[in-house]
Structure formats: C-alpha cells, structure tokens
C-alpha cells in the first residue's frame, strides 16, 4: 500500500492529467475509451492465463455435470451444464434507436440529434441478450463463477481424502464450511451451491444486499451475517474469519482465479451460441459486448474468454453506475485496487446493489489493462428506465444492476453517430489509435450483445417496485 499523502498527491496529479476523471469524480456519465488496449496478439503471451485454464475449466464443469443434474433436476434440460440463451431483442433495440430514454432530458436531445442525422438509413447491426439472467441455480452470472470455484474445491478435498471417484458423500463436506463476501448474488451462487453439496456455508452480506436475497438464503440453510458496512468490509470480515478456521474456505472474489476461470468459460459456450445462429464474427463484423461490472471478475472472465477466443475482433466494454465507477478509476488512474472510488470524492452508493463496490479487484484490472475496449458510467434513473423498456418492449424482466449494460451501445451509437455526422469535434471518438475507433466504420455488421447478469430470483413483489421506480 502505498502511504496515504503521497498518494493523494499522485492521485490529485493523475486527475489533473486527465479530464474525463475530472467528470467521473463530479458524477457525469462517461464514456472512457482505453488509451492502453493493445492487439491482442501482442499481450496474450504475457498474461498469466490462457485457453488452457479456460479448456481446464469447462472439462472439470463437464466432470460435475453429472452430480449437478442430481442436484439441480432443474439443469436436466442442458444434461447438468449450467448455460444461458443468447436472444435477438430488435423490439428493444427499436426502441433504444429510436426513442429516448425516459426522465433523461438531456440524453433526449443527444439521441434525436443523432438519429435524425442517421435516418438515411444508416445501420448500427443487430443487438442481443445473453440471459444470464436466467441461469439455472443462482439467477445471476455469478452462477458461472461461484458455481465453478465451489466444484473445484470440492474436487480437490475428495482427491485430497482419498474419496471414491464421483462420489460427494454430504456427511464427508459437513465438516467443512464455505465462506464469501457479497453484495448478494455471489452469497447466493456460493451458498446455495455449498448447501447443496453438505457444506457449512456462511455468507458476509454488505449493507446494500436485498433482504430477499438474506431470506432465500437463509430459507436454503444458509448462514447470512449482515454487516452495517460496504462490499470490502464484509468480505475483509469474512476473510479474517474463514481464515483462523483451518475447516474454512475462503471465496476471495477480489483475487480468486478460479472464480475468474468459471466465467471465461461463458466465451466458449457463447461461440457455439453464434455458430448456431450463422453469426459470422470477423474483422468486418464486429463483436461488441457491454457487461456491467462491479469488482470485476465476472465480466473481466468474459473479457478474457472472449479476447481469447475472437481476439481483435471482439470489443469488450463494461459499465459502471456513475457514483461507482471501481474499475474505471482502477484502469483510467493505474492504480487498481490503491484507489477506490471515495478517494475521488464518490459515494460508492447505488441503486445497483450487483455493482456497489468501492475498489476494483487489482488482478482483474491488471489482466484487463490491455484487453478491454472501455467503459460507460450510468446514473441510477436510467437502470429503471431500461428496465421498462425492456420489459414494455421485449416482455423480458432483469435486474437493475443487470440494466447497466443497456448504457453501452447507448453511448457507443451516440459518440458513433456524432463521429460520423463529424457535427461536433471535441465530443467525437477520440482520434488516438485505438479500437473504438475502427469499431465506428464497421457498425452495420456489428453484433452488439448486452450481457444480463441477473434477475430471475427476484419476487414478483420486488419487480413490481422496481418497475414502479422513478428517480430523478
Ligand atoms: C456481481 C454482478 C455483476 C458484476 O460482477 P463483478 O464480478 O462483481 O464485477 C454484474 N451484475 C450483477 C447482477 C451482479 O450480481
């Protein structure tokens, strides 16, 4: 750690340097396009994982497929692999071209602007949803993650123990407890996966976790400690506690590499997905793909996955509420995980209680330095507005965390469409080599997918309200 003046000196010096951290810190919304992105083929061999680890992954979920289906009969329907649906929504992406975004006055005029310039038929490609929303288990994307880091310890202390091959014997795992910090839907991956296995399972719930989440958990024989404080103080806490139980292990979403291996898999079932659907992805067609992102190990393992899998041609971007903006002050600063949001004057609170974290995992940011094409920040009113719309538009529910990624092409379109009508210089793609700004000549045969990340465990009750939100 670096000693608190100077580095308030070094961070009043970066900011300085850098006037879009001026905006983030004042809570505007942004678009960051990443000065530091390289050709992937240039940064691949330098990174401490590769296809292997993600090959390693997706055999060792094949290996428990098996004991998943006898645990989950739910999962019967993809033989015990836990996959989510990649949907077309062209009802949505209508409306996101052609409308506004409701309560969002400004938003409004920047868009009409830009579509009537676009109007002579201009192309921005075609948009979808991957449903992790939907997955089976944990109705999130940590089902991918969590999930996975919960089977790979399982099958280290059945080898470790000498324990038959395939067999998990409940009473072996009682005597072993599983622990993990969370804003809500990790606790929910990991605790019930635990559980389900025989597992002690303990989840540090941070303040802005939903009491239906506490509930459900609880309900699946879960422990839940609740803590006043934020996301790094419940997993501080419960890292200190899982670590002076030599039976306790530790889900450190902050550093694990597991965790991070289970959601790179996503890439490598999401190229199968395109195949099927004759979606050709090359260097005319783009593949752009917008995750909302929290500490980071969830979409940076989709990242990585799909750098690895489509290389260049894959553009990768994640969104951040604007009062929580980790990875953007992680990446945009160089500091990582020795700046949280706080430090520049930011509350760290949002309505996106997926994505309410203060400081950005430093092994993700590191890994994503190179890799990721850049980033949105949203304000909370529009996560509500995009949940409606979504719902109005395609009958599909998610949560507002998970509507953060609809923020993406949003601003992606807008700073296009100015590039091309060229109406006004400062605000267009910035000119400096990067990817973006090839992205902006190929969009009509571009596939943009907004990753959802969570949503069907919610009660009907709770989308209710959600849907019935306004903020101003
Ligand atoms: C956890 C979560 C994310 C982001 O994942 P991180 O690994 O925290 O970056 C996004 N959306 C939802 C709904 C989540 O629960």
């Known amino acids: 750690m670096i000693m ?25 919304e942004v678009f960051w396009t990443n000065p530091k992105i390289e050709q992937f083929d240039s940064v691949k061999d330098s990174l401490p994982i590769g296809m292997e680890d993600i090959k390693d992954a997706e055999a060792r979920l094949q290996r428990f497929a098996p004991l998943i ?8 329907k993809r033989n015990g692999i836990i996959e989510s649906d990649l949907i077309e929504i062209p009802n949505m992406w209508d409306s996101l ?25 201009s192309d921005f490609g075609r948009l979808f949803l991957k449903m992790d929303s939907d997955l089976d288990v944990a109705g999130s994307v940590k089902a991918r993650g969590g999930i996975y880091e919960v089977l790979k310890h399982t099958e280290e202390l059945a080898i470790e123990n000498g324990l038959p091959s395939g ?62 404080g934020d996301y790094g103080e419940a997993v501080a806490q419960g890292r200190a506690e899982s670590d002076a139980d030599p039976m306790s292990y530790f889900v450190d979403d902050e550093n694990s590499k597991d965790l991070f291996m289970g959601y790179a898999v996503a890439a490598l079932r999401l190229k199968g997905q395109l195949e099927e659907k004759g979606i050709v992805v090359d260097e005319d067609h783009p ?61 760290g609170q949002t309505h996106a209680d997926g994505l309410a974290v ?11 330095e190179q890799l990721l094409s850049g980033e949105m920040t949203v304000v ?7 949940l409606r719309m979504l719902r109005n538009t395609e009958g599909i529910f998610i949560e507002p965390s998970s509507c953060a990624g609809f923020q993406g092409p949003v601003a992606l379109m807008n700073a296009a469409g100015k590039c091309r009508a060229n109406a006004e210089k400062d605000s267009c793609l910035p000119d400096v080599m990067n990817d973006t700004t090839r992205i ?24 209710e309200e959600f849907y019935n939100t306004y903020l101003r």
């Open 69 to 76: 289906m006898k645990l989950f009969p739910e999962t019967q």
């Open 287 to 347: 593949l752009i793909v917008y995750i909302p992102c929290g500490v980071g190990g969830a979409p940076g393992g989709i990242a990585f996955g799909l750098k690895e899998v489509y290389g260049d041609n894959a553009y990768v971007y994640f969104v951040e509420p604007t009062e929580a903006p980790c990875m953007l002050v992680g990446l945009a600063t160089g500091l990582h995980n020795e700046v949280s949001v706080q430090d520049i004057g930011l509350s």
């Open 167 to 228: 067999e998990f014997p409940r009473e072996f795992f009682s005597k072993y407890k599983i622990q993990v910090g969370s804003t809500g839907n990790l606790g929910m991956s990991i605790g019930i996966m635990s559980a389900a296995l025989g597992y002690q399972a303990i989840v540090h719930m941070s303040c802005d976790a939903k009491q239906w989440k506490k509930d459900y958990l609880r309900e699946h024989g879960v422990t839940v400690i609740e803590y006043e």
């Open 97 to 121: 071209v052609r409308d506004s975004i409701s309560g969002a006055p400004d938003h409004q005029t920047e868009r009409t602007e830009r579509i009537e310039q676009d109007a002579s038929g």
């Open 380 to 386: 909370d009113s529009k996560l509500y507005d995009y």
């Open 4 to 28: 608190e003046k100077t580095m308030d000196k070094k961070l009043n010096e970066i900011m300085n340097d850098n006037p879009i951290l001026k905006q983030v810190a004042e809570g505007t």
């Open 358 to 368: 203060s400081r950005p995992s430093g092994f993700v940011g590191e890994i994503m």
């Open 440 to 463: 902006k000549e190929k969009l009509p045969g571009a596939t943009h997918i907004v990753w959802a990340t969570g949503g069907r465990l919610v009660p009907q009750d709770v989308r």
